[in-house]
């Protein structure tokens, strides 16, 4: 079950990051950001589980950013461009 979760929580960090390379979505905007919060934040839950600690620094990291660009985009502050 485990795999399939990765598989799911990659998926989706990679899903955000090739739309934005193709130009579908924003890199600022809501559905980029919820992708990679939620396909990080998996990733990150499996790797405190399997105490894989550089991977939990990736993916802890990539999901803290992500939940930072969320909320300031909803306090009205949008994230800056890359």
């Known amino acids: ?5 990765q598989v799911i929580g990659a998926l989706l960090v990679l899903s955000g990051f090739a739309l934005a390379q193709f130009r579908v979505l924003d890199q600022r905007s809501y559905p980029y950001l919820a992708l990679n919060l939620a396909g990080s934040a998996v990733l990150a839950v499996l790797a405190w589980d399997q105490r894989q600690w ?9 999901a803290l950013i992500s939940l930072w660009g969320v909320i300031a985009r909803l306090l009205g502050r949008e994230p800056a461009a890359s």
Not at 54 to 62: S, T
């Open 1 to 5: 079950m485990d795999q399939v979760l």
């Open 54 to 62: 550089g991977f939990l620094l990736l993916e802890g990291a990539w």
